[in-house]
């Protein structure tokens, strides 16, 4: 059974960083982190496979980081803006082709909240 749990969200002013946590076990395969704003669809902006990849909107801000002995997946983001506010969620287990897809990941976290004021 794959567990994941979210943690390090907050409240920053634009310019600032955050680094979120994802405490994992089980086999998690694939993972990604993913972000939602209400009314959206949530979506995919970093996948740590094999390779780590990036959508464009995060791209040279955002990185994945990993401590493999504590099991626990990190998105640091630096340069946040307004338009990174939004609940991030901690994927695992690719069991779909889109890797920056919801719909291809079987377990998530309960996410954690980011609040980036002007």
């Known amino acids: 059974q794959v567990r994941l749990v979210e943690s390090g969200g907050g409240s920053v002013q634009a310019g600032g960083s955050l680094r979120l946590s994802c405490a994992h076990s089980?086999?998690?395969?694939?993972m990604a982190w993913f972000r939602q704003v209400p009314g959206e669809e949530r979506e995919g902006i970093a996948v740590?496979?094999?390779?780590?990849t990036y959508a464009d909107s995060v791209k040279g801000r955002f990185t994945i980081t990993e401590d493999y002995k504590n099991d626990i997946l990190y998105l640091e983001m630096t340069g946040l803006q307004p338009e990174d506010t939004a609940m991030y969620y901690c994927?695992?287990?690719?069991?779909?082709?889109?890797?920056?897809?919801?719909?291809?990941?079987?377990?998530w976290g309960q996410g954690t909240q980011v609040s980036v004021s002007s």
């Open positions: 089980g086999d998690t395969g694939v």
């Open positions: 740590r496979g094999i390779h780590i």
């Open positions: 994927a695992a287990l690719l069991v779909g082709p889109d890797r920056f897809s919801p719909a291809s990941y079987r377990y």
